[in-house]
């Protein structure tokens, strides 16, 4: 095989990017006493006024991609604590309007855990069901919308299998009722187009790491017209015109501005690549039988590709796989396989669910890389089945279901 | 997964050299064979054991065994060490094969003591059909 190639293969972009040369640069530019490093908040000084002006710079890079305000953007530490920052935020704020939220059974952890913490604050969530193909379509938003219903939260690219929401139709929705809609779109930057000035989306959560930038940043959209109000979750000087206390990391902000400038130049060329290794990719996996793209195949971005092998099961398939770096949708971390939750929302029997793998390709992904995989790939599942006597049974033309298994 | 280098070694080796470590089938209505299977495609694991013996008077040797396994890596893992110890015992001496040896020969993790459990239920099992056909 290819010799020339640097193993293990990152196949796992949709978990985290390696940081751009370029934003690596930029950062660095912002640590120590010859570069800019000081405190943005400093008012008394060059030191900060200079930090203030990069912090400002990157704020308007960050509100460029996504076509809002720059006024419009609050730095957090990440995505999880722009969902947090937005889901309690609007909670508190208006719960005299109501207590009842709506969001989906796919979300991120960093949606639904503060949806739990809202439940035993009193708060009532309605988790909605998606359909086969992985997508939350308005209609479902529709029919569970209340009287008291104050937040819908849906996200926008699927983290595990890379479907693409209709934000428009849930966001028109929410906009005619009254409702105020936040969406997860941790995936979404450099991926996709988003244009914050038309779609009818009141808060947008982002995260640097995902999009090559650096991690421990993130950023929440809050719209101004309409105006939309949040209750602060982190108190202490007021930054962020209040909405998010804490000095300002300026060497992650200018890293997350660098990363969204370079994805706003570069998403064409990044998209076209891209899609060319996942159509390669596609093709020569689909020869393999019997295997299932999880997610809508007509309605997902390109750099995601989820697959359930039948008859094999994910955690030995990932350790056949040790030379390249994937997700399974699996957790084989305790007694109980817990196949993982999205999967199971889309219907899927628990050992397909168990048997897939997330392949997530990104901006420095080669051919040779997408090549070397694709035969990783064949020799694993040709050697896992032949050691699988579901798979002897399949030949066999056993039907799987009517075997009267021994569960332990 | 932090799973000791016994492990992962069986596993490697199995996948790599099937054919070497008995990964593979007999007939089971042969009256010297005993096949046992065990687990649940819904619980993440299934084992198929068997095993072929030989009679001498009332003493049974397991001659050759196969086995099939479909689980994470501890599981397959598992399975092969549990046919290595099995070749050449007889059935009395493969009756007293417990999990914990499979645990201790492999290092296993505490979260996976249960492909051990698996393991000697199947030959159990194995040992039980071909019991029956004699």
């Keep these: ?408 | 997964m932090a799973y000791s280098k016994k492990v992962v070694d069986k596993f490697e080796n199995t996948i790599n050299e099937p054919a070497k470590y008995n990964v593979g089938r007999f007939d089971p209505k042969e009256m010297n064979v005993g096949t046992g299977m065990v687990g649940a495609p819904a619980c993440g694991d299934v084992m198929k054991l068997q095993i072929k013996c030989e009679s001498k008077g009332n003493t049974h040797v397991i001659k050759d065994v196969k086995f099939k396994t479909y689980g994470c890596g501890s599981a397959i893992a598992s399975s092969s060490e549990l046919v290595e110890m099995l070749i050449g015992k007889t059935l009395e001496e493969a009756k007293e094969i417990k999990n914990i040896d499979i645990v201790e020969a492999l290092e296993l993790p505490p979260i996976k003591i249960h492909c051990s459990v698996l393991a000697e239920d199947s030959i159990k099992q194995a040992i039980e059909d071909y019991e029956q056909k004699q």
């Design chain 1, 1 to 408: 095989m290819s010799s020339n190639i640097n193993l293990p293969i990152y196949m796992d972009y949709a978990s985290t990017t390696p940081v751009d040369p370029r934003v690596a640069k930029k950062i660095s530019d912002h640590l120590t006493l010859d570069g800019n490093f000081g405190n943005p908040a400093s008012r008394s000084h060059k030191f900060g006024w200079k930090a203030e002006e990069a912090v400002e710079e990157a704020r308007s890079h960050v509100a460029n991609l996504v076509n809002c305000d720059p006024r419009e953007i609050v730095w957090t530490s990440g995505a999880t604590e722009a969902d947090n920052l937005a889901i309690k935020g609007i909670a508190n704020f208006y719960q005299k309007n109501g207590k009842h939220i709506i969001t989906s059974k796919i979300e991120h952890k960093a949606v639904l855990d503060p949806c739990r913490q809202l439940e035993r604050d009193g708060f009532e969530v309605t988790y909605l069901e998606p359909n086969e193909g992985g997508l939350i379509s308005p209609e479902a938003v529709l029919n569970a919308i209340r009287e008291d219903t104050v937040l819908i939260s849906i996200m926008h690219i699927n983290n595990e299998l890379g479907t693409i929401n209709d934000l428009n139709g849930i966001g028109k929705i929410a906009r005619e009722k009254g409702i105020f809609f936040h969406v997860d779109a941790a995936q979404s930057t450099g991926k996709i187009d988003i244009d914050l000035s038309s779609l009818p989306v009141d808060l947008m959560s982002f995260s640097a790491h995902k999009t090559y930038g650096p991690k421990g940043i993130g950023a929440l959209f809050v719209r101004r017209k309409p105006r939309v109000r949040i209750e602060a979750q982190i108190h202490g000087g007021g930054h962020e015109r209040g909405m998010r206390s804490g000095t300002l990391p300026t060497h992650q902000i200018v890293g997350m501005g660098e990363a969204f400038r370079i994805a706003k130049e570069e998403m064409d060329n990044d998209k076209k690549r891209i899609q060319s290794l996942h159509d390669k990719f596609y093709e020569s996996i689909s020869n393999i039988e019997e295997i299932y793209i999880n997610g809508d195949i007509e309605n997902k971005v390109s750099n995601i590709l989820n697959i359930s092998f039948a008859y094999v099961e994910g955690e030995s398939l990932i350790m056949a796989l040790k030379d390249i770096a994937v997700s399974s949708g699996s957790a084989c971390t305790s007694a109980s396989l817990e196949p993982s939750y999205v999967l199971r929302a889309l219907g899927r029997k628990d050992e397909l669910a168990s048997s897939s793998i997330r392949f997530s390709f990104g901006r420095f992904t080669t051919e040779e890389d997408v090549d070397y995989t694709l035969t990783l790939i064949n020799h694993a599942v040709d050697r896992l089945r032949e050691l699988s006597p579901l798979w002897e049974m399949y030949l066999d033309g056993i039907d799987l279901d009517t075997v009267d298994w021994q569960t332990h």
